[in-house]
C-alpha cells in the first residue's frame, strides 16, 4: 500500500476539557476529511479513526464507511505531534 496521508488541517469539532476527550477533524492533502477522537491522558493518544463520507476513500474507492484509515493510525498520530497540530488546534 503505497498510500501516504499528508495532514493539511485540524480543527477541534468537540472537547471534554475535563475528562481529556477530544474530537479533531482532519483534512488531508488529497481532500479527504477524517474524524479522529483522542484521549490526552496520561498522554495523547487516538481512540478512533473514521473517514467523513463527503469524498470517496483514498485507498478503496469506496463511498461508504470502511477501514481503511484505521491502518495509517501511527502515520496521522506522528503527524498529529511531529508537526504540533494538537498544540495549535488545542491552544485556547
Ligand atoms: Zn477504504
Known amino acids: 500500500m503505497s498510500y501516504k496521508p499528508v495532514i493539511t488541517n485540524v480543527t477541534k469539532a468537540s472537547s471534554n476539557d475535563k475528562e481529556g476527550l477530544y474530537e479533531f477533524i482532519i483534512k488531508l492533502a488529497d481532500g479527504t476529511e477524517c474524524r479522529a477522537f483522542y484521549h490526552r ?12 463520507l463527503k469524498t470517496p476513500c483514498p485507498i478503496c474507492r469506496k463511498d461508504f464507511i470502511c477501514k481503511c484509515m484505521e491502518a495509517f493510525t501511527g502515520e496521522l498520530e506522528d503527524q ?13
Open 41 to 52: 491522558f496520561p498522554e495523547w493518544r487516538m481512540t478512533n479513526i473514521s473517514r467523513l
Open 80 to 92: 498529529m505531534i511531529g508537526d504540533n497540530w494538537i498544540e495549535k488546534t488545542t491552544a485556547e
